[in-house]
């Protein structure tokens, strides 16, 4: 796959929030089985990669990023925490 072909990538942000994550973990499952990706270190990404966060992290090479999603619904979350 693309990642596989571009070792270099070290993260995948997923910029739409929840919603997002939940496509994410759907489509991706097998490759989460793997154990190559692991949550992110922010709560939302912990929040919505939760059930794999105690997997084998040292084989773990490419974090998955929740970012706080862009909708009139997040508006209540501060520029700070929107950028973390």
């Known amino acids: 796959g693309f990642c596989h072909a571009h070792p270099t990538?070290?993260?995948?942000?997923?910029?739409n929030g929840g919603t997002g994550c939940t496509m994410f973990l759907r489509h991706?499952?097998?490759?989460?089985?793997?154990?190559?990706l692991v949550p992110g270190?922010?709560?939302?990404?912990?929040?919505?990669?939760?059930?794999y966060i105690n997997h084998d992290e040292s084989?773990?090479?490419?974090k998955c990023v929740s970012a706080v999603s862009v909708s009139p619904a997040a508006a209540s979350f501060s520029y700070e925490t929107k950028r973390e």
């Not at 270190?41 to 059930?51: L, T």
């Open 9 to 15: 990538i070290k993260s995948i942000v997923i910029a």
């Open 28 to 36: 991706f499952k097998d490759w989460w089985e793997t154990g190559e």
């Open 41 to 51: 270190d922010n709560d939302h990404s912990q929040q919505a990669f939760k059930r």
């Open 59 to 62: 084989k773990g090479r490419i």
